[in-house]
């Protein structure tokens, strides 16, 4: 079963990158224009069994953005770059891990995996989505698409990501992955890249 899995992401992670390379360029130059920074934004993350890797993504915010304020992001955070925006806005600042399902760290669906700060405050039945293959979009990504909005009308951002959307996320991937199968992740994949990339709910 993992077998059929990893080569099922291997061949549409590589179709992707494949289709994807010239957009890449394009994205990385833009970045580079706008203020000389890194493309890439490597951070640490905690995947399967607990294993820490480094996740790719397209840099959306400006250069120590992370030393500047939380690890969570809201709407209207002002260390979002320009062209950071319209990354995030299309989820196309998530697409650079496609190189993580390549080297095996994640598959193209599973839950998100998070920083090893929020991993360290997981309880035990939270710790039971370490079970499963980190991805590049699960069910509670397109549930929470409007995660940055629900967290700026907070008035403890970070307080209401561990206590409220945090669980719930997990409690959707853990419930998922008890009758997930390759049709399912495959129409997953697949209004991922419609309500992300077309922009719709």
Do not use: H, W
């Not at 360029?25 to 294993?51: A, C, M, S, T």
């Not at 993580?100 to 039971?128: A, F, H, T, W």
């Not at 980190?134 to 967290?151: C, R, V, W, Y």
């Amino acid at each position: 079963m993992r077998i059929s899995k990893r080569l099922f992401d291997l061949l549409f992670s590589t179709l992707g990158l494949i289709f994807l390379m010239p957009i890449f360029l394009i994205i990385g130059l833009l970045i580079k224009i706008e203020d000389g920074g890194p493309v890439l934004f490597i951070q640490e993350r905690v995947g399967y069994r607990g294993r820490v890797f480094n996740i790719y993504k397209f840099r959306t915010m400006r250069v120590g953005a992370e030393k500047m304020g939380l690890q969570i992001t809201v709407d209207g955070d002002k260390r979002i770059t320009k062209i950071g925006k319209i990354l995030r806005k299309y989820k196309i600042d998530e697409l650079p891990q496609l190189f993580n399902v390549i080297k095996g760290d994640m598959s193209l669906v599973g839950p998100r995996p998070e920083v090893p700060y929020y991993v360290c405050l997981y309880n035990d039945k939270q710790r039971k989505v370490l079970e499963i293959m980190p991805g590049i979009t699960d069910l509670a990504s397109i549930l929470f698409k409007n995660e940055g909005e629900i967290l700026s009308r907070s008035q403890d951002p970070e307080f209401e990501y561990i206590n409220n959307i945090m669980d719930q996320k997990i409690q959707l991937n853990l419930a998922y992955a008890e009758k997930s199968n390759y049709l399912k992740d495959f129409m997953l994949v697949i209004k991922t890249v419609y309500i992300s990339f077309m922009n719709k709910d």
